[in-house]
């Protein structure tokens, strides 16, 4: 079990569940963040300080988001940023890749003064 960001993070990045995670891993891309599911412990404080209610156990996650579950997963892999399991976001700093459905996912129009 892991906890999930969804797509209500995308373009957020408000980042205050990076600041409360207990074992910093929760990572860093372009539009949107990504909890590494191996290190995350499950201990859901993230959670309540989450602004768009992004993050999600992956038991409980909305049945249209459910492919987040692999998106976080994913994100770790070669195929996409290829930081495997570095054991704590902060010595790796934020990514130069989202992955590939987060990139594709068309960003919100922006407000007319
Ligand atoms: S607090 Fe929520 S919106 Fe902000 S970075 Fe974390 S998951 Fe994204
Ligand atoms: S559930 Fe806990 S360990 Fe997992 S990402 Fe959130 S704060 Fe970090």
Not at 50 to 57: D, G, M, Q, S, T
Not at 60 to 89: C, M, R, W
Request: aromatic share 8%; glycine share 6%; with cysteine.
């Amino acid at each position: 079990m892991a906890y999930v960001i969804v797509d209500t993070c995308i373009d957020c990045k408000d980042a205050s569940c990076v600041a409360c995670c207990p074992v910093d891993c929760i990572y860093e891309g372009p539009r949107t963040f990504y909890i590494h599911p191996d290190e995350c412990i499950d201990c859901g404080i993230c959670v309540s300080v989450c602004p768009p209610e992004a993050i999600w156990e992956d038991a409980e996650v909305p049945k249209h988001l459910t492919h987040f579950i692999a998106i976080n997963k994913e994100f770790f892999s070669d195929a996409v940023t290829g930081l495997g399991s570095p054991a704590g976001a902060s010595s790796v700093g934020a990514a130069l890749r989202d992955h590939p459905v987060v990139a594709a996912t068309a960003r919100a129009p922006t407000r007319q003064a």
